[in-house]
T-cell receptor, first 110, second 112 residues
Framework: KNEVEQSPQNLTAQEEEFITINCSYS?????LHWLQQHPGGGIVSLFM???GKKKHGRLIATINIQEKHSSLHITASHPRDSAVYIC????????????FGTGTRLTIIP | EPEVTQTPSHQVTQMGQEVILRCVPI?????FYWYRQILGQKVEFLVS????????KSEIFDDQFSVERPDGSNFTLKIRSTKLEDSAMYFC??????????FGPGTRLLVL
């Protein structure tokens, strides 16, 4: 059974700050997903990665397979980035169930 | 942009009643999932569905739960006899061969 740990649980930062959210997992995986959950509850997929680094706009996700660790970075943070960010992992190649972390609640203050 | 839709957005039911949660996945997707999130807790996997059959299910997905793809577009989750502890947000998701899962907006179920 894979355990997915995220840190920090809560993060409050000023607008424009560089944000880092960390995720570690216990068992080898096929892919790691970063998701964003809005205050209303909806979940949006941000990244799916199995190695290296991906970038989309101000968001960057990295993964280190050997260390079983991933980070999500947000550059030039903005209040609209305030949400819960969730790390989830899949164990098998291809389409598969996800095991979720508990999420990091990010609040960006203007 | 295509999206996963779910109905109803909210459902209140009495304990012991049957509920059916409905989902319309993205049209060319082949893999379908149900997850749930109890208030304040993390999202949990319930079941995955591919090629008209269950491909994997969790311990939560007991005999009270069933899934169906009745008409090639809808994907439903039925809870036969609801319990108080079934109160949660239920998310449907779908994916294509690429593996990224697209989530619906969720159905908030409250069992009284």
């Amino acid at each position: 059974k894979n355990e997915v740990e995220q840190s920090p649980q809560n993060l409050t930062a000023q607008e424009e700050e560089f944000i880092t959210i960390n995720c570690s997992y216990s068992v080898g995986i096929s892919a790691l997903h970063w998701l964003q959950q809005h205050p209303g509850g909806g979940i949006v997929s941000l990244f799916m990665l199995s190695s290296g680094k991906k970038k989309h706009g101000r968001l960057i996700a990295t993964i280190n397979i050997q260390e079983k660790h991933s980070s999500l970075h947000i550059t030039a943070s903005h209040p609209r980035d305030s949400a819960v960010y969730i790390c989830a992992v899949g164990l098998k190649a291809g389409n598969e169930k996800l095991t979720f972390g508990t999420g990091t609640r990010l609040t960006i203050i203007p | 942009e295509p999206e996963v839709t779910q109905t109803p957005s909210h459902q209140v039911t009495q304990m012991g009643q049957e509920v059916i949660l409905r989902c319309v996945p993205i049209s060319n997707h082949l893999y379908f999932y149900w997850y749930r999130q109890i208030l304040g807790q993390k999202v949990e996997f319930l079941v995955s569905f591919y090629n008209n059959e269950i491909s994997e299910k969790s311990e939560i997905f007991d005999d009270q739960f069933s899934v169906e793809r009745p008409d090639g577009s809808n994907f439903t989750l039925k809870i036969r006899s609801t319990k108080l502890e079934d109160s949660a947000m239920y998310f449907c998701a779908s994916s294509d061969m690429g593996g990224t899962q697209y989530f619906g907006p969720g159905t908030r179920l409250l069992v009284l």
